[in-house]
């Protein structure tokens, strides 16, 4: 109570003063300074927004000595034909005297019978926030102008250090070129983004906020803020224009070579880690320092400022999301998915308020149609495994191109395991598996493993040859397999799948024997005549039965070295298998023919192929070379 008392007696001496001393204002308005100065407690905004409201219906002089005193102060600032906040001074007193000006405004509002005065006070306001306005624009470009040579940038020790080197555009060595008006100098890749820009010199930023302060204070919030974020937009639009990304309408992209595409999206996926990790952070960090303590100011200047790049960004992501579901575009479209997906916590941190919303749920709407591009090009996957035609077979029953085309595009697609496993789990259109362990892409992959080996099963019938059949079923598995087990496929399918489809080779291969080799062994067979055998249901003699087999042996061995197994260890495989059944059979059937009596000592003039023959030429086969079956005639 003391001091409230001690405070009125001040207010009335100092109005008592005012009144005295009011034909002569610059003297009225030094003793309100004094006094602000002999106690902290009476700020100069706080007596003369009292002694204004106090002695206004007392005395209307004294308002008018006010207003007239602060229009002939405030006038020679406003009408100032050069800077005011290039002499410190003279901002420093500007300031005092929009400081008085918006107390006295207050002080006149809250009367009833000063509208006239109210009236012309804030006519002075008005300008006064017009020429401060302008101040603030001269202040933001000048400080823009500086940015060119000095930067700040953090050193991974949390100090900020200036550095004239461009750390996020590859300019410097921009004297050694002729650019012209089209070439702009890019990004270089960037491996730490703990970076932080000063975009402007600390001096600039107080003043800054010194004015917006005001500004905001005095009702003009919004014409302020309009300033700031139109200046830091163009910053942004340069920088973005500097880093690559150009701006491209979606029916630019669309139109888009997909090699020229390629590269847009290599740029894009570097402006968008600067833009999300350095350059937005850093202008939160300048809206905040300018606008401290101004409530939403800061905010809503943040988003003005950000739109226009987020949108570019965004529409870019978006306008390929949307785009060609070509097989050819998986893994530019993962590159991007996993990109946004990185940046999704810098989209959450850097655009946190209500003003910024729009720009969090569209940021996570385009990534989640980046999501549904990457299914739709797994179905147009699908689709062309199931369109691809069965034409001519291929030579030699070797491997077939979409089986090679398939398993690499599969493994390279593996690589992204972890985007791949996010993507499909959250589709609904997956084929249902019988076992419910088995996570949504091992399920995908398993269907496109299964539709891949149903279109070789029809290009196999193809070659109207049982044996030829096998060795192209036999191969094409073979490869599929040895893809599987060799890359994050084999952990997706799981050992069952991979065992499963290592039996089917082994069926393959013996459905290859019985096609081209029973008929061959059926000859040989032993049976308990030695002079006949009774094969197709026809008695045959010894020598029509070894005449039959180098006839046989011979067409065998011409067609089956021409035909392919491509892997190494399958072919060994299958010639020792033909070997271990063959090579017996005519050892024993040879011993028996030697003994023969209708053949005697004429033996040799039959037999064609000697044991060690057969033994070279079955490791002859499947070599892919024409062949001619020799033997000793």
Not at 7 to 21: F, M, Q, Y
């Amino acid at each position: 109570m003391a001091a409230e008392n001690g405070e009125e007696k001040l207010i009335a001496v100092a109005r008592h003063i005012a009144k005295t001393l009011g034909h002569n204002e610059s003297m009225a308005d030094d003793i309100l300074q004094i006094f602000s100065k002999f106690d902290g407690r009476f700020s100069r905004e706080k007596l003369a927004d009292k002694l204004t409201t106090a002695g206004q219906e007392e005395d209307p002089r004294a308002l008018d000595h006010t207003i007239k005193s602060l229009e002939r102060q405030i006038s020679q600032y406003v009408a100032a034909d050069h800077p005011i906040w290039s002499d410190s001074a003279d901002s420093s007193a500007f300031l005092d005297c929009v400081d008085e000006l918006i107390s006295t405004v207050r002080g006149l509002s809250a009367s009833s019978s000063a509208g006239a005065y109210l009236a012309r006070a804030e006519d002075l306001l008005q300008q006064t926030m017009f020429r401060l306005e302008e101040e603030f624009r001269l202040l933001i470009e000048r400080g823009g102008e500086s940015f060119e040579t000095t930067r700040s940038y953090n050193n991974g020790n949390g100090e900020l250090t200036e550095d004239n080197s461009n750390l996020l555009f590859d300019d410097s060595d921009e004297d050694d070129h002729d650019y012209s008006d089209s070439e702009i100098p890019v990004a270089q890749r960037l491996s730490n983004y703990d970076v932080i820009i000063d975009a402007l010199p600390s001096g600039i930023i107080n003043d800054l906020h010194e004015i917006a302060k005001r500004m905001v204070v005095s009702g003009s919030g919004k014409e302020c803020s309009h300033v700031y974020s139109s200046f830091r937009r163009e910053f942004l639009e340069e920088s973005l224009s500097r880093l690559g990304l150009g701006k491209l309408s979606n029916e630019e992209v669309q139109k888009m070579q997909w090699q020229e595409l390629e590269d847009e999206i290599d740029k894009w996926i570097k402006a968008a880690n600067v833009s999300l990790r350095i350059l937005f952070p850093s202008e939160r960090r300048l809206c905040d320092r300018v606008f401290y303590g101004l409530g939403s100011v800061s905010d809503l200047s943040f988003m003005e400022v950000c739109r226009g790049a987020v949108v570019q960004i965004l529409n870019f992501a978006d306008a390929i999301a949307i785009g060609s579901r070509s097989p050819e575009r998986l893994f530019k479209v993962l590159d991007l998915f996993e990109t946004m997906r990185d940046l999704m916590p810098e989209f959450e941190f850097n655009f946190s308020d209500q003003y910024c919303l729009v720009l969090r749920n569209d940021a996570l709407g385009i990534w989640k149609r980046l999501g549904e591009a990457i299914r739709g090009i797994f179905m147009e996957l699908e689709n062309l495994i199931r369109r691809d035609p069965a034409k001519a077979p291929v030579p030699h029953g070797g491997l077939h191109p979409i089986t090679r085309y398939v398993m690499n595009y599969l493994r390279a697609a593996c690589r992204s395991r972890e985007s791949l496993e996010l993507v499909f789990e959250e589709s609904v259109n997956v084929v249902p598996s019988k076992d419910s362990t088995l996570s949504s892409l091992s399920v995908q992959m398993a269907w496109i493993m299964e539709l891949l080996e149903s279109n070789l099963e029809v290009k196999a019938k193809i070659y109207g040859d049982a044996a030829l059949c096998s060795v192209f079923l036999m191969n094409n598995e073979r490869y599929i397999v040895q893809k599987v087990k060799d890359s994050e496929l084999g952990l997706l399918l799981g050992d069952d799948w991979i065992r499963k489809h290592t039996a089917k080779i082994k069926q393959y291969l013996s459905s290859y024997q019985r096609s081209s080799w029973n008929k061959l062994l059926g000859v040989l067979r032993a049976d308990s005549s030695p002079v006949a055998a009774n094969v197709g249901g026809k008695s045959m003699s010894m020598k029509d039965r070894i005449k039959a087999f180098n006839s046989q042996f011979g067409e065998i061995y011409k067609s089956h070295s021409q035909w392919i197994i491509f892997d190494e260890q399958l072919r060994n495989e299958l010639r020792n298998s033909l070997y271990n059944v063959v090579m017996p059979a005519y050892r024993n059937f040879i011993a028996r023919f030697q003994n023969a009596p209708d053949v005697g000592r004429h033996a040799d003039r039959y037999i064609k192929y000697t044991l060690e023959d057969i033994g070279t030429q079955i490791n002859e086969l499947f070599e892919g070379v024409n062949g001619s079956a020799g033997g000793r005639k």
